[in-house]
């Protein structure tokens, strides 16, 4: 039964119950009523206190993994899985702790994307203010498990979220599943890398799930390390950033352009005629490219930086300007 359900059971029964109480010869029955209203009650506080894990994944895809994995290894009932949609790797930070913070990113955001009003209205339960109040309404007797990889997005998130937590007194685990998985990798995709939490197989994922409990959590000096990268990142005014040798590098608006503009010349040279068509290369294949050499890993913002570009005149475009598997761009 779900949270929702159940409130409206329990509502729809004190009514009930209450209404007895007023008739000749219910009270009986309300009595009852107001006995099993007590022990549901009970019931749903001994559920809640059951919940001693809280898992904070940084990406819907994370998330969805980890309540998968949660479920499979028997362990979803007495956790709780707390979740960010957005993504740090572009758009302002600026004062991102702050009300003020976050309207100046919206605002940044909006001028660029046409999707961005969209998302923020189908998606509120997980925007930053709502996971901002989700922990700071985290009970003291709960370990919060922070489950993040090797990306400059969940490197800010981790460091805003500690800066959200400062004064807590819960113990923290912070679980790099990029480095995690580097110790599992030959029993699964030795190959892989995986630098997002739902990049991760799931059956290394559940290995992984088996062991959350016995991972140390860290001392109160990385957390005022953490603490203090927040403070120093939140005055910032980088709307770009990689995540190298272990630290967060704020970039230019357009430090991939130069690559972005290579990448279609070449493929535009390569005359590939599944990519390539008069002269014009597919922007998905423009975008795959540059995943696969690591470049960035976000077709929104490279989709983004194609369109400052054609609108400069660096490339022309033929097609439906909609997604990017419905034009094609060359360079002129």
């Known amino acids: 039964m779900n ?3 159940r409130r409206n059971l329990l509502i729809r029964m004190v009514e009930r119950a209450e209404l007895g109480l007023q008739e000749n010869g219910n009270e009986k029955l309300a009595e009852e009523l107001l006995s099993i209203i007590d022990d549901v009650q009970r019931e749903e506080q001994e559920r809640l206190d059951r919940k001693i894990n809280v898992h904070v994944v940084f990406s819907s895809s994370g998330a969805g993994s980890i309540k998968v994995a949660l479920s499979e290894c028997e362990k979803r009932m007495e956790s709780r899985v707390i979740q960010l949609d957005d993504f740090y790797s572009y758009g302002p930070i600026l004062q991102l702790h702050l009300e003020q913070g976050r309207l100046k990113r919206e605002r940044w955001m909006m001028e660029r994307f046409n999707d961005q009003m969209y998302r923020s209205l189908m ?17 003291e007797n709960c370990r919060i498990y922070l ?5 400059a997005h969940d490197q800010v998130s981790v460091r805003l979220t500690m800066y959200a937590l400062r004064g807590n007194n819960n113990d923290i685990h912070i679980l790099n599943v990029t480095q995690m998985y580097k110790e599992a990798a030959q029993r699964f995709e030795p190959a892989l890398e995986p630098k997002y939490v739902g990049h991760v197989p799931m059956e290394a994922l559940k290995e992984m799930m088996n062991e959350f409990e016995s991972a140390q959590p860290i001392d109160e000096k990385t957390k005022e390390t953490l603490i203090k990268d927040w403070e120093q990142l939140s005055i910032t005014t980088d709307t770009l950033r990689m995540w190298k040798n272990e630290e967060i590098v704020g ?8 690559e972005i503009l290579h990448t279609v010349r070449s493929l535009q040279q390569s005359e590939d005629k599944e990519l390539v068509k008069n002269g014009y290369v597919r ?10 050499r690591k470049i960035f890993e976000s077709d929104r913002y490279i989709e983004y930086r194609l369109w400052h570009l054609i609108s400069s005149g660096q ?3 033929k097609g439906i300007p909609y997604a990017l598997y ?3 761009v060359k360079i002129p």
């Open 147 to 151: 489950w993040v990889g090797d990306n």
């Open 123 to 139: 998606d509120r339960e997980n925007r930053v203010d709502h996971f901002l109040n989700k922990l700071s309404s985290i009970p």
């Open 3 to 5: 949270d929702n359900l």
């Open 315 to 317: 490339l022309d475009f």
């Open 326 to 328: 419905l034009y094609s």
């Open 283 to 292: 922007a998905g294949a423009v975008a795959t490219e540059l995943f696969e």
């Open 251 to 258: 970039l230019e608006e357009d430090a991939y352009d130069a």
